[in-house]
């Protein structure tokens, strides 16, 4: 049943509540009453006690202090009531309310003991057992059942103390898993995005210097399109330090003030073709998901880069394409290929984290009429 609006408010007010008490009072509540319980029980029992009331009382003073103690020093504090609770029985008399501050104990040493101390618990346990029944005249019942209870009660705290170290290791786990794929997320859009624009700034940078002398006029527009092409970098690079430092980018004056999507193809094809590369976009696809469409885009950016800086290619055809399985997105060039021994660098393993990330698969290779192809298919679907 999910929980009403009073529950929703109630659990938080209650754990702002236990928050409130300090650990040392909340410790020495319980440790306060069974006190009180045995010095009741131990001056209702002085007739019996007689002269040893000084040691009957001495040792209920231990074992309280040894059950307010329980979690600060729990071996500590379970060594320290199991020997008074065998000196009360075989000293004193045996009190029918003070094996209860030791069985506060026994669990205390299960819980807060820690995995290799908790261990010592079993061994005090059978030794304040025997101690305690020592010399008494009891049918072997009796020791046995209290030997498991008190056992029982060690191992639940033994128990829960292991569940919630488990609990703490998979959030650790958790978090190391979401920090690293959150670091590789930001690679590679560190990567997609200083490595594209890098590689258009030096492209059209060369060809300005070649053609400065012989058409002014030509380089002055790639002069401007590198000044826009930086400009538009910075946008998406102070977006993205944005996201670490957890605040709003201050974007530079023209550039984007989103991250960009397959509706900017014609605009990065336009790019390419200033720079050398001639692209053919066919696109036939429903407008996709906001997780789809940056996939798509960022999965032709990087292509088409790799395309202009390491195959040679002249011309690239860029297809994104809706299909029953999904949307395809797949560019191929007239370039070189890939050479002999080829390795994906970080841009095809970007491209192949992003189609994962998606539920995706991406492939690259030799493309059918030579050159370089790299296909990726993105199904219908949330992101994981």
Known sequence: MPPTAASRLRLPTLARVSGLVPAPLADAAPAAVLCAAMLVERFGAAARIGGRMPLALALTVLLTAAAAARRRAPLAAYLLATLALTVEAQAVAPSPISPYANLLGAYAAGRYGGRGRARWGPPLVVAGVVGYFAGQDVEV??????????????????????????QAAERRRARAELLAEERNRIAREVHD?????????????????????????????????????????????????GLLRGTAPRLPDGAPDAEPGITELPRLTERMAQAGLAVALHRDTPPLPPEQDRCAYRVVQEALTNALRHSGAGHATVRIVGRADGTLVEVADDGSGPPPGHRPGRGLTGIAERAARLNGTAQHGLGPNGGFLVRVVLPTGEER
């Not at 009796?142 to 060690?154: D, I, S």
């Open 141 to 166: 019942v009796m020791p046995v059942g209290v030997l498991a209870v008190w056992l029982a009660v060690w191992a639940f705290g033994w128990a829960g103390a292991y569940r919630l170290a488990e």
């Open 193 to 241: 995005l200083v490595g594209h624009s890098l590689n258009l700034v030096l492209v059209q940078a060369g060809a300005a210097r070649r053609l400065i002398d012989r058409t002014p006029e030509r380089s002055r527009d790639l002069l401007v399109e590198i000044e826009r092409t930086g400009t538009e970098a910075l946008g998406e690079l102070d977006r993205v330090l």
